[in-house]
T-cell receptor, first 133, second 107 residues
Framework: EVQLVESGGGLVKPGRSLRLSCTGS????????MNWFRQAPGKGLEWVGF??????????QYAASVKGRFTISRDESKSIVYLQMNNLKTEDTAVYYC????????????????????????RGQGTRVTVSS | DIQMTQSPSTLSASVGDRVTITCRAS??????LAWYQQKPGKAPKLLIY???TLENGVPSRFTGSGSGTEFTLTISSLQPDDFATYHC?????????FGQGTKLEIK
């Protein structure tokens, strides 16, 4: 059974760093693209970033709001995806969720590949990050 | 970024009703659209992907349709468990973007 468990959240001051972890089980982490999303209190969902699966280079992409501050990486030996968050701002306060792409391979056509859809573990509750002085 | 406009933001309905939620993309996303259901304090649950494909285990009363820029999610006969917030999301291009959400409330 596929499971994703986020951890590492907490209360942190602006300008500080935090590292979130997403531990996957029931599948081989390196075979799948993984995303991080977040949801600020009472707000909608926001995509944070993405790491491609190992066969596709394991490269990353980020939302403009976090680019240069956040870094996604993975440790396949531990089946963990990390979200390193530096220079945190109050607007980064949110519940953070990781997702696995529903399917291992993207759909590629005409030189372009389409990833996703992101699959959230419906049993998950995310990990809460509060940035406040 | 592609903007996703979802309507209505709130929908009041009764058990047994048929309801429809609309999602509009600011540019064509082909069929790269997903619908999620979210309950308070929980992660979203994938209901439909590729605009109209039902995720495994999701009841057949949920139907997705559309392509290009106009999409709908229809629930044919509301059940008590369906009262939740629904989100559409495009995964055609990064940054992935979501609609504002539709809160489905009991009338």
């Amino acid at each position: 059974e596929v499971q994703l468990v986020e951890s590492g959240g907490g209360l942190v001051k602006p300008g500080r760093s935090l590292r979130l972890s997403c531990t996957g089980s029931g599948f081989t982490l390196g075979d799948y693209a993984m995303n991080w999303f977040r949801q600020a209190p009472g707000k909608g969902l926001e995509w944070v970033g993405f790491i491609r699966s190992k066969p596709y280079g394991g490269t990353t992409q980020y939302a403009a709001s976090v680019k240069g501050r956040f870094t996604i990486s993975r440790d396949e030996s531990k089946s963990i995806v990390y979200l390193q968050m530096n220079n945190l701002k109050t607007e980064d306060t949110a519940v953070y969720y990781c997702t696995r792409d529903r399917d291992a391979a993207p759909y590629c056509n005409g030189g372009r590949c389409y990833w996703g859809p992101p699959w959230f573990d419906p049993r998950g509750q995310g990990t809460r990050v509060t940035v406040s002085s | 970024d592609i903007q996703m406009t979802q309507s209505p933001s709130t929908l009041s309905a009764s058990v047994g009703d048929r309801v429809t939620i609309t999602c509009r993309a600011s540019q064509s996303i082909s069929s790269w659209l997903a619908w999620y259901q979210q309950k308070p304090g929980k992660a979203p649950k994938l209901l439909i992907y590729e605009a109209s494909t039902l995720e495994n285990g999701v009841p057949s009363r949920f139907t997705g349709s559309g392509s290009g820029t106009e999409f709908t999610l229809t629930i044919s006969s509301l059940q008590p468990d369906d009262f939740a917030t629904y989100h559409c999301q495009q995964y055609h291009s990064y940054a992935y973007t979501f609609g504002q959400g539709t809160k489905l409330e009991i009338k």
